[in-house]
């Protein structure tokens, strides 16, 4: 009964420094969204992956990749990161065509220094 | 980027007292969803809304689809302490995959 789980919980990096956000869902969701969270602000979102193996920008993608090898997992991952990137991460997924099966993640913390 | 404009930004009440918020857009949207985040958690659906005119009720809240598709409102009837929250509303459009657009929020805070 896991749903979305995102790991880590909170991360603290120094400006320049890479890593990779972990994404995992256990529902046979087809569809997985990253999206960051900013205070006064609501979701926006960075990149979608409609199925496995595929993988499209979202509205916010600058200085962000990612990678969806198996269903299950959806990786987002920051190259060289700057303090601007210091957000809030969600991730979520999605089973075909259901709003009420959008399912988001408890969220990553990150904080670029 | 685009998101929608949701108001109020924040609400102080008192427990028992009903709460209203919106959302408007300049643009249309097939789907509005309402969601709640709590402290450290992501958001929650609330309630869906798939057709213009649309009311929908779960339990104490109650949303609408504005008849334009480029707004729609959420009311809370007689709040409580467990209330607290940030609550969402969200856009979509029909063949783009998922992808919401979300409202900033809008933090409710209640005093029992």
């Known amino acids: 009964n896991a749903g979305v789980t995102q790991t880590p919980k909170f991360q603290v990096l120094k400006t320049g420094q890479s890593m990779t956000l972990q994404c995992a869902q256990d529902m046979n969701h087809n569809s997985m969204y990253w999206y960051r969270q900013d205070p006064g602000m609501g979701l926006r979102l960075i990149y979608y992956s409609a199925s496995e193996g595929t993988t499209d920008k979202g509205e916010v993608p600058d200085g962000y990749n990612v990678s969806r090898l198996k269903k299950q997992n959806f990786l987002l991952g920051l190259e060289s990161a700057a303090p601007s990137q210091t957000s809030v991460y969600f991730c979520?997924?999605?089973?075909?065509?259901?709003?009420?099966?959008?399912?988001f993640g408890s969220g990553t913390r990150l904080t670029v220094v | 980027g685009q998101q929608l404009n949701q108001s109020p930004q924040s609400m102080f009440i008192q427990e028992g007292e009903d709460v209203s918020m919106n959302c408007t857009s300049s643009s249309i949207f097939n789907t509005w969803l309402w969601y709640k985040q709590e402290p450290g958690e992501g958001p929650v659906l609330l309630i869906a809304?798939?057709?213009?005119?649309e009311l929908t009720s779960n339990g104490r809240l109650t949303a609408q689809f504005g008849i334009t598709r480029k707004d729609s409102f959420l009311n809370i009837s007689a709040s409580i302490p467990s209330d607290v929250g940030i609550y969402f509303c969200a856009g979509a459009r029909g063949g783009q995959g998922g992808k919401l657009i979300f409202g900033q929020g809008t933090e409710l805070s209640v005093k029992p």
């Open positions: 809304l798939y057709k213009a005119g």
């Open positions: 979520a997924s999605r089973s075909g065509g259901r709003w009420d099966g959008y399912t």
